[in-house]
Antibody, heavy 121, light 107 residues
């Protein structure tokens, strides 16, 4: 079965950096686009970034553009999120999400359990 | 960016009730809408994609409908395990925005 396991979360000071990882198994990772979605404590869901199957295209939400970088290593079946210049408002649970495609539709069919990032001095 | 506005933000209902949640897009998203259920402390779970397609394994009491700018998620007969927060999301264009969520609570 599909498994997405995030790691790398923790406590970091404002302006600091952190790298999240997501280890994938149970599906052909190299053929799927992957996303990061976050959720601040007690708040709703916010889409963060997407990377296409081969890493050739990446898109970001406005709140993280220029500070976060999504990447992937298909040989290791691993997705990454490099987060720089972190702000208090980046505090959230970060989810790794698999994108499924059916015809012209694409949707988020599998989610990891999430990893908590806390930005605090 | 496309805004997704859910209503209501909160609803209280009893087991067996039919409930409907509405999601309005700020511009047409055709049928590129998904619905997710989230139980506290857990990751979101996909229920509906392409506005009305039921994900395999999801009970048939979950019904999605709509197109262009107006979408609904109905639960035909609320079960105890359905008390959760529900989110709509558009995948028509980046950023793939979510609604603010609807919490369904036990009356």
């Amino acid at each position: 079965q599909v498994q997405l396991v995030e790691s790398g979360g923790g406590v970091v000071q404002p302006e600091g950096s952190l790298r999240l990882s997501c280890a994938a198994s149970g599906f052909m990772f190299r053929t799927y686009a992957m996303h990061w979605v976050r959720q601040a404590p007690g708040k709703g869901l916010e889409w963060v970034a997407v990377i296409v199957y081969d890493g050739s295209q990446k898109y970001y939400g406005d709140s993280v553009k220029g500070r976060f970088t999504v990447s992937r290593d298909n040989s290791k079946k691993t997705l990454y999120l490099e987060m720089n210049k972190l702000r208090v408002e980046d505090t959230a649970v970060y989810y790794c999400v698999k994108e499924e495609r059916r015809g012209s539709h694409y949707y988020f069919d599998e989610w990891g359990q999430g990893t908590l990032v806390t930005v605090s001095s | 960016d496309i805004q997704m506005t859910q209503s209501p933000s909160y609803l209280s209902a009893s087991v067996g009730d039919r409930v409907t949640i509405t999601c309005r897009a700020s511009q047409s998203v055709r049928t590129y809408v998904s619905w997710f259920q989230q139980i506290p402390g857990r990751a979101p779970k996909l229920l509906i994609y392409a506005a009305s397609s039921l994900r395999s394994g999801v009970p048939s009491r979950f019904i999605g409908d709509g197109s262009e700018t107006e979408f609904t998620l109905s639960i035909s007969s609320l079960q105890p395990e359905d008390f959760a927060t529900y989110y709509c999301q558009q995948s028509y264009s980046t950023p793939y925005t979510f609604g603010q969520g609807t919490k369904v609570d036990i009356k």
